[in-house]
Protein backbone atom coordinates (compact mmCIF):
# COMPACT_ATOMS: atom_id res chain seq x y z
CA UNK A 1 0.00 0.00 0.00
CA UNK A 2 1.58 3.90 -1.15
CA UNK A 3 2.21 5.62 1.89
CA UNK A 4 0.00 9.03 1.78
CA UNK A 5 1.67 12.77 2.33
CA UNK A 6 1.04 12.88 5.76
CA UNK A 7 1.93 9.69 6.80
CA UNK A 8 5.90 10.61 5.42
CA UNK A 9 5.78 14.00 6.98
CA UNK A 10 4.29 12.39 10.56
CA UNK A 11 7.38 10.03 10.00
CA UNK A 12 9.97 11.87 9.13
CA UNK A 13 9.16 14.31 11.85
CA UNK A 14 9.09 11.34 14.72
CA UNK A 15 12.47 9.70 13.41
CA UNK A 16 14.11 13.14 13.02
CA UNK A 17 12.85 13.58 16.99
CA UNK A 18 13.54 10.34 17.82
CA UNK A 19 17.39 10.83 16.78
CA UNK A 20 17.66 14.13 19.26
CA UNK A 21 15.73 12.11 21.76
CA UNK A 22 18.32 8.68 21.25
CA UNK A 23 21.47 11.51 22.11
CA UNK A 24 19.91 12.68 24.81
CA UNK A 25 19.12 9.55 26.82
CA UNK A 26 22.10 7.98 25.61
CA UNK A 27 20.83 5.35 23.76
CA UNK A 28 22.53 5.87 20.38
CA UNK A 29 25.62 4.13 21.91
CA UNK A 30 25.21 0.76 23.26
CA UNK A 31 27.71 -1.83 24.23
CA UNK A 32 29.95 0.27 21.95
CA UNK A 33 28.29 -0.12 19.12
CA UNK A 34 25.80 2.79 17.50
CA UNK A 35 22.41 2.90 17.23
CA UNK A 36 20.45 4.53 14.91
CA UNK A 37 16.62 5.28 13.42
CA UNK A 38 16.89 3.67 9.70
CA UNK A 39 13.36 3.69 9.24
CA UNK A 40 10.06 5.02 10.83
CA UNK A 41 7.11 3.22 9.30
CA UNK A 42 3.22 5.20 10.04
CA UNK A 43 0.36 3.51 9.60
CA UNK A 44 -3.06 5.03 7.57
CA UNK A 45 -4.82 6.36 10.76
CA UNK A 46 -1.37 8.07 12.33
CA UNK A 47 -2.15 5.91 15.38
CA UNK A 48 1.25 3.30 15.45
CA UNK A 49 4.63 3.93 14.47
CA UNK A 50 7.01 1.21 13.91
CA UNK A 51 10.37 2.45 14.33
CA UNK A 52 13.57 0.09 12.56
CA UNK A 53 16.77 0.42 14.70
CA UNK A 54 19.96 -0.06 13.39
CA UNK A 55 22.64 -1.34 15.24
CA UNK A 56 26.20 -1.35 14.12
CA UNK A 57 29.11 -3.47 15.82
CA UNK A 58 26.86 -4.27 19.18
CA UNK A 59 27.43 -7.53 20.67
CA UNK A 60 23.94 -8.54 21.88
CA UNK A 61 21.05 -7.03 19.43
CA UNK A 62 18.88 -8.87 21.24
CA UNK A 63 19.33 -6.80 24.68
CA UNK A 64 19.80 -3.81 23.09
CA UNK A 65 16.77 -4.05 21.81
CA UNK A 66 14.95 -4.79 25.27
CA UNK A 67 16.66 -1.62 26.78
CA UNK A 68 15.19 0.27 24.20
CA UNK A 69 11.74 -0.94 24.69
CA UNK A 70 12.06 -0.48 28.37
CA UNK A 71 12.73 2.92 27.73
CA UNK A 72 9.66 3.20 25.61
CA UNK A 73 7.78 4.85 28.39
CA UNK A 74 10.05 7.83 28.78
CA UNK A 75 10.92 8.03 24.79
CA UNK A 76 6.92 8.45 24.05
CA UNK A 77 6.94 11.45 27.02
CA UNK A 78 9.69 12.96 25.51
CA UNK A 79 8.58 12.37 22.09
CA UNK A 80 5.15 13.68 22.64
CA UNK A 81 6.51 17.00 24.69
CA UNK A 82 8.58 17.94 21.38
CA UNK A 83 5.86 17.33 18.74
CA UNK A 84 2.37 18.39 20.92
CA UNK A 85 1.73 20.89 18.65
CA UNK A 86 2.06 18.93 15.31
CA UNK A 87 0.12 15.79 16.23
CA UNK A 88 -3.07 15.45 17.89
CA UNK A 89 -1.98 12.06 19.16
CA UNK A 90 1.05 10.73 19.80
CA UNK A 91 1.29 7.28 18.04
CA UNK A 92 2.31 4.01 19.72
CA UNK A 93 5.70 3.61 19.39
CA UNK A 94 7.35 0.03 18.22
CA UNK A 95 10.47 -1.00 18.14
CA UNK A 96 11.63 -3.33 15.62
CA UNK A 97 15.45 -4.58 14.53
CA UNK A 98 16.44 -3.61 10.81
CA UNK A 99 18.81 -6.42 9.77
CA UNK A 100 19.35 -4.64 6.28
CA UNK A 101 23.37 -3.80 7.63
CA UNK A 102 23.71 -7.84 8.61
CA UNK A 103 22.49 -8.73 5.00
CA UNK A 104 24.91 -5.69 3.45
CA UNK A 105 27.67 -7.55 5.26
CA UNK A 106 26.72 -10.84 4.30
CA UNK A 107 25.98 -10.24 0.98
CA UNK A 108 29.30 -8.70 0.65
CA UNK A 109 31.44 -11.77 2.56
CA UNK A 110 29.69 -13.61 -0.50
CA UNK A 111 30.94 -12.17 -2.90
CA UNK A 112 34.39 -11.92 -1.65
CA UNK A 113 34.35 -15.58 -1.53
CA UNK A 114 32.88 -16.05 -4.87
CA UNK A 115 35.96 -13.61 -6.45
CA UNK A 116 38.29 -15.42 -4.84
CA UNK A 117 37.02 -18.72 -5.87
CA UNK A 118 36.98 -17.34 -9.43
CA UNK A 119 40.41 -16.01 -8.66
CA UNK A 120 42.09 -19.65 -7.46
CA UNK A 121 40.27 -21.41 -10.45
CA UNK A 122 41.72 -19.08 -12.99
CA UNK A 123 45.25 -19.59 -11.79
CA UNK A 124 47.21 -22.07 -13.72
CA UNK A 125 48.61 -25.20 -11.75
Known sequence: MQEGKRQKQV???????????????GLNMIDGGMVSISTVKITPDLLEARIYISL????????????????????KK????????QL?????????????????FKMEDIFKKLHNEEEENKKPD
Open 11 to 25: AAVIQQELNDIFMRL
Open 56 to 75: FKVQDTQAALKKIQAQAWEI
Open 78 to 85: ELSERVKH
Open 88 to 104: RRIPLLQFYLDDTLDYV
